[in-house]
T-cell receptor, first 114, second 117 residues
Framework: AQSVAQPEDQVNVAEGNPLTVKCTYSVSGNPYLFWYVQYPNRGLQFLLKYITGDNLVKGSYGFEAEFNKSQTSFHLKKPSALVSDSALYFCAVRDRSGYNKLIFGAGTRLAVHP | DTGVSQDPRHKITKRGQNVTFRCDPISEHNRLYWYRQTLGQGPEFLTYFQNEAQLEKSRLLSDRFSAERPKGSFSTLEIQRTEQGDSAMYLC???????????????FGAGSRLTVL
């Protein structure tokens, strides 16, 4: 069965420093991977996805993610964190059922301190 | 089109009562999903519609839960005889038909938070 793991419940980073939010996946075949962000009292917002091609994917708000097949990872990164990046981040993999549904990780809370 | 709309945003009910949530997807999206999210967890898939056909249901969706999408547009999720364990955020998402790369982005609504007393 497809699954994703987010090993960190919370990541703390100082504003202006680079940030990394980790995600590893377990799938059979080629994975379709996604990152979503959730702000308080709002729905999940799409950040970026990896389908095929370049292993470095660029997304919204200056975020990027690196697909690493050998390590089965898809870590989310940003060169310089902002306080406004503080939110809940979810990694997801597309299920192979063909219905385009997503399987989400448990989420990582990012706290960016001034 | 302002995205995926969900109503109500919050619902407080007593155990044993029935509740219904409504989702209005983006108009050109033929695929509609319901997810449930509890505190500290990621969203869990409940059910999927393609147009008006309900094509997949999770084992999480007990017989007290029913979802419909009668005309292939809006959808409703009903929970009968609510239990305290049903307290969660119920999220609706929609997506367009699968494109050539086979993985379109799901657009989520803000969710309907259910509290069962």
């Amino acid at each position: 069965a497809q699954s994703v793991a987010q090993p960190e419940d919370q990541v703390n980073v100082a504003e202006g420093n680079p940030l990394t939010v980790k995600c590893t996946y377990s799938v059979s075949g080629n994975p379709y991977l996604f990152w979503y962000v959730q702000y308080p009292n709002r729905g999940l917002q799409f950040l970026l996805k990896y389908i095929t091609g370049d292993n470095l994917v660029k997304g919204s708000y200056g975020f990027e993610a690196e697909f690493n097949k050998s390590q089965t990872s898809f870590h989310l990164k940003k060169p310089s964190a902002l306080v406004s990046d503080s939110a809940l981040y979810f990694c997801a993999v597309r299920d192979r059922s063909g219905y385009n549904k997503l399987i989400f990780g448990a989420g990582t809370r990012l706290a960016v301190h001034p | 089109d302002t995205g995926v709309s969900q109503d109500p945003r919050h619902k407080i009910t007593k155990r044993g009562q029935n509740v219904t949530f409504r989702c209005d997807p983006i108009s050109e999206h033929n695929r509609l999903y319901w997810y449930r999210q509890t505190l500290g967890q990621g969203p869990e898939f409940l059910t999927y519609f393609q147009n008006e056909a309900q094509l997949e249901k999770s084992r999480l969706l007990s017989d007290r839960f029913s979802a419909e999408r009668p005309k292939g547009s809006f959808s409703t999720l009903e929970i009968q005889r609510t239990e305290q364990g049903d307290s969660a955020m119920y999220l609706c998402a929609s997506s367009p038909p699968t494109g050539p790369l086979g993985a379109n982005v799901l657009t989520f609504g803000a969710g309907s938070r259910l509290t069962v007393l």
